[in-house]
């Protein structure tokens, strides 16, 4: 069974830092593209990175502003992402999601359940 | 940025009933349209990819349809489990992008 479990989110301040790991389980990790989606409280999804099986290419939402940087561990079955200057409006709920493409069309097909990042004073 | 509008917001509809929501692009994203659902406190769920295939699992009563800009979800008899919010999302270009949700909850 395919699993994806997010953890190290938290409360933390204005202009602190945070950093996320999801871990995968009952796939192959290394043959998958990964990405990280946040869905801000009681609000849309929003795709903010994209890292592919070997590590690169990485993409990054534009809104990020160099912020954020995502990593993978393919040893230890493991997608990372780091932020820094983090702002209010960071505090969203950060999913992990596997990439899969199905001839030219790409989705994401399993989803983590989740990490809160809550970022106030 | 490519963005998505999916209508309506929200919809009442009862259990049988015939449901379809619409998404559209701002620019032709071909057949690259994939449809989620989410269910209150759980992760999104994959319904359909590339705007007409199921994805495995998924009860056939949900159908997609559409190419270029304009694309719906169909659900041809509601189920008491239906009633979620469900997302569109473009995988044509990056940034890939979502619609702002469509919730269905019960009349």
């Known amino acids: 069974e395919v699993q994806l479990v997010e953890s190290g989110g938290g409360l933390v301040q204005p202009g602190g830092s945070l950093r996320l790991s999801c871990t995968a389980s009952?796939?192959?990790?290394?043959?998958?593209?990964m990405n990280w989606i946040r869905q801000a409280p009681g609000k849309g999804l929003e795709w903010i990175s994209y890292i592919s099986s070997s590590g690169s290419p990485i993409y990054y939402a534009d809104s990020l502003k160099g912020r954020f940087t995502v990593s993978r561990d393919n040893a230890k079955n493991s997608l990372y992402l780091q932020m820094t200057s983090l702002r209010a409006d960071d505090t969203a709920l950060y999913y992990c999601?596997?990439?899969?493409?199905?001839?030219?069309?790409?989705?994401?097909?399993?989803w983590g359940q989740g990490t809160l990042v809550s970022v106030s004073t | 940025d490519i963005q998505m509008t999916q209508s309506p917001s929200s919809l009442s509809a009862s259990v049988g009933d015939r449901v379809t929501i619409t998404c559209r692009a701002s620019e032709s994203i071909y057949s690259y349209l994939n449809w989620y659902q989410q269910k209150p406190g759980k992760a999104p769920k994959l319904l359909i990819y590339g705007a007409a295939s199921l994805q495995s699992g998924v009860p056939s009563r949900f159908s997609g349809s559409g190419s270029g800009t304009d694309f719906t979800l169909t659900i041809s008899s509601l189920q008491p489990e239906d009633f979620a919010t469900y997302f569109c999302?473009?995988?044509?270009?990056?940034?890939?992008?979502f619609g702002q949700g469509t919730k269905l909850e019960i009349k």
């Open positions: 999601a596997r990439g899969w493409l199905s001839g030219d069309y790409g989705s994401f097909d399993y």
């Open positions: 009952g796939f192959t990790f290394s043959s998958y593209e």
């Open positions: 999302q473009q995988s044509y270009s990056t940034p890939d992008t």
